[in-house]
């Protein structure tokens, strides 16, 4: 316990930065919810320090206060006294995992996965196979098991085949200007796969020639918010080591949040530099290759910025949106979190859904009929709140419609 | 410790959802935005009706329990922290706006309502709610009342006292309190609603008011002034006031928030400048225009460089440095301490002078900056609380301040109340006679002592 006590007092140069001002209230998905405490940052923050300044026993009992928090970033980024929230709650979930660890079988899960992605694209089909003949189709795409505890979700299913059993290696651009790495991730190696073939397609047609990796490693990031520090910088380094093996200046992703894992969390922890710029396609297109075009998409369309989006190009989506696509664009009021936040969503699947209930009200309100959103986390979490609160609404990542675009031959190439 | 059964009690009147009692719930209401040592309450509830709020006054009451209101907790003096444990009561579960009346100009809110929101409704419907305390994003009515806060507006517009023209509370034994109403001239009975003002949640427990909204002003303008020497920045000010003119806000920022803010954000604000005045006008543009070339002249002969800002960008980017002169200080070291020591606005300069003293005597770093216009300063100061010696001479620092500020006639807080952090100087502003008569007042009203005890040590 001293150990744990120690630990955590490390982090007291970085919480004695918080003044206890409370403006973190203002922006907390969570606190505007539930409207205590606990909830916000200001509560974790004193809970930590509680526990090394000796006034609560039991350092293990503050780890569910922790672990209720999506992690959006948005305490950090609006607070006035620059406290680097999402750094002191990993690092503090991490000390505490190890009074409080992990089921066995989740650890044995959570490397499994990690450790084995071409054993777990071994299993898609017959995973594929068992969620179709488990469910029932709810639209949307979206599945809903029978079995609990599963049977109140609405779940867009994995693919029988991953994105890079089919795009593995080099794929050859004709009139090849550039070469890039594409990391897909995890969700769209098995889940989002048109996401992944729609950015190597496209890249291909603007002459940027694309490696996709033989074997989809995960960032990392489930394994650091649910406390298991060690398992994420290895995955870290392994990528890091892969990166700079393939010796792109780019490394194409579409999923923030590995982003986020790889670039801002994963070079503190494992104190390198990422070899590679990691960019979100959209930036890439836009930045890089300047690409410009206009194209019909008859819809009235919105966007959800995710929270892990690279935070300096936040309004780049959407203008890339009412830029390239002639739409009737309307903007949302509620600029939430849509409350996933990956192994969140697991532990408090009520509280992170209703978060994600809310967006889909203002949706269905606005009779938008597709939602644009650049994370695939979002968009599964946004569709199971789509089809419980029966709307329409579908859900894509601009880069699809942009695919599409070019297969009936749409945006020049210049 | 609370017994079991009281605690069943609790669970009977608000469910188990919205009552904590594990030590991992409670803690996270042991302090508030000052700086004090946290203390934890036994239980936590937040009701979320009218009728739970009087039969948890009624359970306290009974049983002896301290009970201390609590809404966003952005408290600068400590009056959220439940000192002797019991009860912490949230408002913040009542948080509706009940009525906005465009026609007679009012809005009835609840206590839990968030000031932005209820700045923001008034804006959507064409009229104006000018407090603005800088926590206004997340600050509660309830506790604007309870502090009277004020803001960047005071000056011209006035503090939240002068915006309540009623409030419903339920007194130390449950019963509910009607004071003041919809009316603009009210003169039933006592003026409750102004004895509840600055009551720190001593007399009751508040849960409604009934808020005056205004006319938006039509047009404004704002106006940023250099200075090499900040006594003259301050003379400017008193200046303006003694020339009858009354600009929405004047702000001061000294040398050392200057730089403060120039390292925090990038903004317009001139290196070097020994002090900052910012300016912002309202109302009919004729009117603003005469006062503008006023201002100007005054500026001048007190040899400050006037920039104008020409349009909405310019202005809101100075503005928006100016909102980040606080948290650009506080980045500097670990411990920031917030005082509100406010004097008549003729007394600004010689306020200035005491602190740039006393900051060189107790060699303690003062960034100063706050409503000039007003006489309300911010003496900020920056420490680390785990220097023993340096907090020493922070306490005298403090205590000078506060000395200086009542030779000069002003007050101990023009903003953010008395709490327990400046209970033991209220005394020698006021003497014992006045601090007796409060302890009367309170015990007569609350005689069992259960509403907030200890806070203005009463």
Request: with cysteine.
């Amino acid at each position: 316990m001293a150990g744990i006590i120690y630990e955590l007092s490390q982090l007291e140069d970085s919480i004695i930065r918080c003044m206890k001002c409370g403006t973190c209230q203002a922006v907390c998905p969570l606190y505007r919810k539930d409207l205590v405490e606990p909830s916000v940052a200001r509560g974790k923050i004193a809970l930590i320090e509680s526990v090394y300044e000796g006034r609560l026993e039991k350092a293990g009992d503050i780890l569910n206060h922790l672990e209720y928090c999506v992690l959006c970033g948005r305490c950090k980024q609006n607070c006035p006294s620059n406290v680097k929230t999402d750094e002191i709650f990993l690092k503090a979930r991490a000390v505490l995992k190890k009074i409080k660890k992990m089921p066995g079988w989740q650890k044995s899960l959570l490397g499994f996965v990690m450790d084995h992605p071409e054993r777990v694209t071994k299993l898609l089909p017959f995973l594929h196979v068992c969620l179709k003949a488990g469910s029932r189709r709810v639209g949307n795409n979206a599945l809903r098991p029978f079995m609990l505890p599963m049977s109140d979700r609405n779940v867009v299913s994995v693919k029988k085949e991953s994105f890079v059993s089919k795009y593995k290696g080099f794929n050859y651009a004709e009139n090849e200007r550039m070469r890039v790495l594409y990391y897909p991730g995890c969700s769209v190696n098995y889940i989002y796969t048109s996401w992944g073939k729609a950015v190597v397609e496209t890249l291909k047609y603007f002459g940027v020639s694309v490696y996709v990796p033989e074997i989809a490693r995960c960032c990392g990031i489930p394994a650091a918010t649910m406390g298991d520090i060690e398992l994420y910088r290895k995955m870290v380094n392994l990528n890091f080591d892969y990166f700079s093996s393939i010796g792109a200046d780019y490394v194409i992703t579409s999923c923030p949040t590995c982003e986020y894992g790889l670039k801002e969390i994963g070079e503190r922890e494992t104190k390198r530099k990422i070899p590679s710029r990691v960019i979100d396609i959209l930036i890439f297109l836009d930045e890089v290759l300047k690409i410009d075009f206009t194209m019909p998409f008859d819809k009235k369309i919105s966007f959800h910025l995710p929270c892990h989006y690279d935070c300096s190009y936040s309004d780049l989506p959407e203008k890339f949106l009412q830029r390239h696509f002639s739409s009737n664009y309307i903007p949302l009021k509620n600029t939430d979190c849509c409350g996933f936040g990956g192994t969140f969503s697991l532990k408090y699947y009520r509280d992170s859904k209703e978060l994600a209930l809310a967006k889909a009200e203002e949706l269905g309100d606005k009779k938008i009929d597709t939602l644009f959103t650049a994370c695939p986390g979002c968009a599964m979490h946004l569709t199971d709140a789509l089809v419980s609160a029966g709307c329409k609404t579908e859900v894509l990542n601009p880069i699809e419609v942009l695919y599409e675009g070019i297969k009936s031959g749409v945006p020049n190439r210049n | 410790m609370l017994k079991k059964n009281t605690i069943r009690e609790f669970r009977e009147i608000l469910g188990s959802n919205n009552c904590w009692n594990r030590p991992e719930d409670v803690i996270c209401y042991s302090y508030d935005a000052a700086y004090e040592e946290p203390v934890s309450p036994d239980i936590v509830v937040k009701p979320g009706n009218y009728n739970q709020v009087s039969k948890i006054i009624g359970l306290c009451a009974e049983e002896n329990i301290p009970l201390v209101i609590r809404g966003a907790g952005t408290n600068l003096s400590g009056g959220t922290v439940p000192l002797s444990g019991g009860c912490v009561l949230l408002t913040t579960g009542l948080n509706r706006i009940l009525e906005f009346n465009k026609e007679d100009l009012y809005a009835v809110v609840q206590a839990g309502v968030i000031t932005a929101e209820l700045a923001l409704e008034a804006e959507k419907n064409g009229l104006f709610y000018p407090p603005d305390p800088a926590s206004m994003k997340v600050s509660t009515i309830g506790g604007n009342v309870a502090e009277n806060a004020g803001g960047l507006r005071g000056l011209k517009y006035g503090v939240t006292k002068d915006y309540l023209m009623g409030v419903r509370f339920y007194d130390a034994e449950g019963n509910l309190i009607i004071g003041g109403g919809k009316t603009v001239k009210h003169a039933t009975g006592f003026n409750l609603p102004g004895l509840m003002i600055s009551s720190e949640g001593l007399l009751g427990v508040m849960v409604e008011f009934i808020l005056r909204v205004i006319p938006k002003p039509e047009y404004s303008k704002s106006l940023m002034v250099v200075y090499n020497d900040i006594i003259r920045a301050c003379e400017t000010v008193s200046e303006i006031i003694a020339s009858r003119i009354f600009p929405a806000t004047i702000e001061i920022l000294d040398n050392f928030t200057i730089k403060a803010v120039r390292e925090a954000i990038k903004t317009e604000f001139p290196a070097g400048a020994d002090a900052l005045l910012l300016i912002e006008i309202d109302g009919h543009p004729e009117v603003v225009n005469k006062d503008f070339d006023r201002i100007l002249k005054i500026c001048n002969s007190f040899n400050g460089t006037v920039r104008v800002a020409n349009n909405k960008d310019e202005r809101d980017k100075v503005w928006e440095a100016r909102r980040m002169a606080l948290s650009s200080l506080s980045r500097l070291r670990p411990t920031v301490i917030l005082e509100d020591a406010t004097v008549p606005r003729s007394k600004v300069p010689a306020m200035m002078k005491a602190i740039q003293e006393i900051s060189k005597k107790h060699d303690i770093t003062i960034g100063t900056f706050g409503h000039a216009g007003d006489g309300n300063l911010h003496p900020t100061i920056l420490t680390d609380k785990r220097d023993r010696d340096e907090m020493k001479r922070v306490k005298m620092s403090i205590d000078e301040i506060f000395h200086a500020a009542l030779k000069l006639d002003g007050t101990l807080t023009g903003e953010h109340g008395i709490g327990f952090l400046k209970a033991g100087y209220l005394e020698g502003e006021l003497g014992a006679g006045t601090v007796n008569f409060m302890k009367k007042l309170k015990h007569g009203i609350d005689s069992k002592n259960i509403l907030n005890p200890h806070k203005m040590n009463l």
